[in-house]
C-alpha cells in the first residue's frame, strides 16, 4: 500500500498543568520540566513536520501556557504554514499572552470547560478556574481569534450537557466539541466514577441533537460518542499511522495519544530520529498499519475498512494484546470485558486526581 | 438544503483554504481535520469572498472554463455548506 501523510500534530508541549482533571488522557507516569524538548528541538520538528505534510498543529499539554517559549514556538509553526491551535485550559491566558500570541500570527484558540456550575467544574478540575476560563473567552473573542470550547463529558455533568452548551454559546464559541471521556491515562485509572448510564447517555444524546440542529450557523457542535455504549468502536483517527501524530513532551511520538498503553511498543523520539523516519520506517508507526495485522472477527469483515479495527491502545489496555479487535466491538466476544466495565462502574466520586511533581519552569 | 443563484457565500471562520507546497493541492484546513480539494473545487472556494454571489461566482468560471457552471457549483457549495464549512448570506 501506498504510504499516506500525515495531516495532524498534536504536540504535547509540557506535562505541566495547574488543573488537576480526573478524565486527563496524559500518561501516570509523566515526566518533568527537565525532560522537556527544548525550545529549538520543537522549532525543528515543526518544520519537519510541514515537511512531511502535516497541515494543522495543536499546541497542547498538559497546559501548554506553562512554556515561557509558547509565543516563539507559535510564530514558528506560523511560518513554516502550520494551521495552529492552542489547546489551553485558558488558566495563565492573560491579555499580554493572547496579545503576543495572536501578534504572531496563532489563529484558533481552544479552552476547556469543566462544567456549566462553577462549583461542579472547580471540583472536577481540582482548581478554583471556572471564573478565568470565562476572562479568557472574553479576551479570546475580542482579539479575534477563531475560538473553540471543549467540554469533556462524564457521569457528574452529563445531565448537565444542555446547560454547558448554553454557556459555550454565551462564551461566544465558533466551535464546541463535546467529548464523552474516552478511557486513557488518568481517564483509565478513574473509569468507575466516570462512566455515565446509560440512560444519562441516551438522554444526553438527545439534547446534543436537539443543539446541533439550533445552533446550526452559529456555533458548529460535534458530539464525541461515549464508545462503551456503541456498537462498533470508533475509526480512530483513520487508522494507525495514517493521518495522525503525537509528541509527547520528551519527544515521544506516537500513533495515538493513548499509545503510552501499549507497553509492547518501543516508541521512538525525535531527540534520535526525522520525524519522516519515525512515520515511514520507525517499527512503531508500521505496526499496526494496513490490515495486515489484524485477527479475526476483524479479518473478514466488511467493517475493517469503516473502522480499521477500532483502537489499538483501548485493545491493548482492555485485552493485553493491540492486535485485538478493539472489545467495544459486539461481533467479538472481548466485549465482555467492556459490558463488565460498564456495570461495575460505580459512579462515585472517589477520584484519582492528575499530579506529577512539578519541577521549576526553565528559563 | 437548496442554495439560490443569489446566496453569497463565504468560508467558515474556522476554515483556511491555503496551497499546500508538499502535495502540490490546494487542501480546506479546519480544527480537526483537513479536505484534499481538486482544481474545480479549489477554483469555487477561492471566489467565495463574502461578497460575490454564486451567480458571480459561477459567471466568472463560465468565462474561464467555456461551458454553464452554475448547476455544479450549486451542488458543490451545497455539499460544503451542509457540512459547515461554508456559509451563506
Redesign the interface.
Known amino acids: 500500500m501506498s504510504l499516506s501523510?500525515p495531516?495532524?500534530l498534536l504536540a504535547e508541549l509540557t506535562y505541566r498543568c495547574p488543573l488537576h482533571c480526573p478524565y486527563c488522557s496524559n500518561p501516570l507516569a509523566m515526566t518533568g520540566a527537565e525532560d522537556e524538548l527544548t525550545t529549538d528541538q520543537w522549532r525543528r520538528v515543526f518544520t519537519e513536520a510541514?515537511?512531511?505534510?502535516v497541515?494543522?498543529l495543536g499546541l497542547s499539554g498538559g497546559e501548554p501556557l506553562a512554556r515561557k517559549d509558547l509565543d516563539a514556538l507559535a510564530d514558528h509553526a506560523h511560518r513554516a504554514?502550520l494551521?495552529t491551535?492552542l489547546v489551553t485550559s485558558a488558566v495563565g491566558l492573560t491579555r499580554d499572552r493572547a496579545t503576543a500570541l495572536r501578534d504572531v500570527g496563532l489563529?484558533?484558540v481552544?479552552i476547556s470547560i469543566q462544567d456549566s456550575d462553577p462549583r461542579t467544574a472547580d471540583h472536577i478540575a481540582g482548581m478554583r478556574a471556572a471564573h478565568l476560563k470565562l476572562e479568557a473567552a472574553a479576551v479570546v473573542r475580542e482579539l479575534g481569534f477563531?475560538f473553540?470550547i471543549n467540554a469533556v463529558l462524564h457521569r457528574a455533568n452529563l445531565d448537565r450537557i444542555g446547560e454547558i452548551i448554553e454557556l459555550a454559546g454565551a462564551m461566544g464559541a465558533?466551535?464546541l466539541e463535546l467529548a464523552n471521556t474516552q478511557y486513557y491515562g488518568w481517564a483509565f485509572e478513574n473509569r468507575r466514577a466516570l462512566m455515565p448510564t446509560r440512560e444519562q447517555v441516551e438522554r444526553a444524546q438527545a439534547v446534543a441533537d436537539d443543539a446541533m440542529r439550533r445552533y446550526?450557523?452559529q456555533m458548529?457542535i460535534?458530539y464525541v460518542l461515549p464508545d462503551y455504549y456503541e456498537t462498533y468502536p470508533k475509526p480512530c483517527y483513520g487508522g494507525w499511522g495514517a493521518n495522525y501524530l503525537v509528541i509527547t513532551p520528551n519527544g515521544q511520538t506516537l500513533p495515538c495519544h493513548g499509545a503510552t498503553h501499549i507497553t509492547t511498543l518501543h516508541f521512538d523520539t525525535v531527540r534520535d530520529h526525522s520525524l519522516d523516519w519515525i512515520w515511514r520506517e520507525s517499527p512503531a508507526f508500521q505496526a499496526y498499519r494496513g490490515d495486515e495485522w489484524m485477527l479475526e472477527p476483524c479479518r473478514s469483515c466488511s467493517r475493517k475498512a469503516i473502522d480499521f479495527g477500532g483502537c489499538r491502545c483501548q485493545a491493548f489496555a482492555l485485552t493485553g494484546n493491540a492486535a485485538n479487535t478493539d472489545p467495544v466491538c459486539t461481533l467479538t466476544p472481548l466485549r465482555a470485558v467492556v459490558d463488565r466495565a460498564v456495570e461495575e462502574a460505580t459512579g462515585e466520586p472517589d477520584y484519582r486526581y492528575r499530579y506529577i511533581h512539578v519541577e521549576p519552569a526553565r528559563t | 438544503m437548496s442554495l439560490t443563484p443569489a446566496a453569497v457565500p463565504s468560508l467558515?471562520?474556522?476554515a483556511?483554504l491555503?496551497f499546500?507546497p508538499?502535495?502540490q493541492q490546494h487542501?480546506l484546513?479546519y480544527?480537526?481535520?483537513?479536505m484534499m480539494l481538486n482544481e474545480s473545487g479549489a477554483a469555487i472556494l477561492q471566489l467565495c469572498d463574502g461578497q460575490r454571489s454564486i451567480a458571480e461566482i459561477a459567471r466568472i468560471l463560465d468565462e474561464r472554463y467555456h461551458c454553464d457552471v452554475l448547476a455544479d457549483v450549486t451542488e458543490y457549495l451545497a455539499q460544503l455548506v451542509e457540512r459547515?464549512f461554508v456559509?451563506v448570506a
Open positions: 501523510r495531516t495532524t510541514r515537511e512531511l505534510g497541515l494543522q504554514g494551521y491551535t489563529e484558533h481552544q477563531a473553540s465558533d466551535r446550526r450557523g458548529q460535534i | 467558515w471562520r474556522l483556511r491555503n499546500d508538499v502535495r487542501v484546513v480544527p480537526e481535520g483537513a459547515e456559509r
